[in-house]
């Protein structure tokens, strides 16, 4: 008898063993579907837009403006290893053509695609009728930096945080394309970051994010036009005609 109970306890013990086998082989093949598994996630992000796109413009036609140079005055990627290509100007004036036309008190005279746009009208059997501007507006990004800042509680033990942070300024000016004057002048500055924190090996580490130089950029630009926009509806801006 006393041998048949420790034949039953063996057996009983053996077939706890395979059911936890069982259950481990089951946790660990989950495991592997989903590290195996692809997510895909999406949602749109609404631009941001100058706050004169709000409100109603006083006069009732639009005043015509083209876009002239706009140049990287600042030190940020001017070095002695920059390849000369000028990508932060090119994008401010992306930005720029944008917000000025949203703005509701400009119409905005598109130079760039001068060409593809006579090619276009050639394929109608017509001719084009090229309006002249009477502002030429020009601006540049008199500065630019990027830092990061960081602190440490207990010498980092109970944790740290970093704070990546871009800031920007630029002018427009506003000239008169009759007579080379500077009618008006306006700038802008914004300032973007992005921190994260870490406690006891817990939290956010993020890398550089490159992102923060378009979004200051707009934030500077947005704020210049909204100036300039202040200027137009006090009567400030002189318009040839």
């Known amino acids: 008898m006393g041998q048949t109970r420790l034949c039953d306890t063996s057996r009983t013990y053996s077939g706890e063993i395979m059911n936890l086998t069982k259950i481990a ?3 660990v093949a989950s495991i592997a579907a989903a590290a195996c598994s692809t997510t895909e996630q999406s949602r749109a992000i609404e631009a941001p837009k100058v706050a004169a796109a709000s409100t109603t413009a006083p006069q009732t036609v639009r005043v015509p403006v083209a876009l002239g140079r706009f140049d990287n005055r600042s030190n940020f990627a001017r070095g002695v290893f920059s390849d000369g ?10 930005i720029l053509l944008s917000h000025l036309q949203q703005s509701n008190r400009f119409n905005v005279l598109d130079r760039d695609n001068f060409e593809e746009g006579r090619q276009e009208a050639q394929l109608r059997g017509t ?29 980092g033990i109970l944790g740290r945080g970093k704070s990546q ?3 920007a300024k630029v002018t427009l000016n506003v000239i008169n394309p009759l007579t080379s004057e500077v009618v008006y002048s306006v ?16 939290g956010s580490n993020a890398g550089y994010d490159a992102t923060l130089n378009g979004k200051v950029l707009d934030l500077a630009i947005r704020q210049a036009v909204d100036n300039l926009v202040v200027g137009v509806d006090r009567g400030l801006v002189k318009v040839s005609r």
């Open 25 to 27: 082989l089951v946790f």
């Open 165 to 167: 942070v871009a800031y």
């Open 85 to 94: 290509i000028d990508r932060l100007g090119g994008q401010s004036r992306t």
């Open 187 to 202: 700038a802008g500055a914004g300032e973007y970051s992005l921190s994260e924190r870490e406690v006891l090996g817990f």
């Open 127 to 155: 001719s084009q009728a090229i309006r002249g501007a009477d502002l030429l507006v020009t601006g540049a990004v008199s500065e630019f930096g990027r830092k990061e800042v960081g602190d440490r509680a207990l010498f």
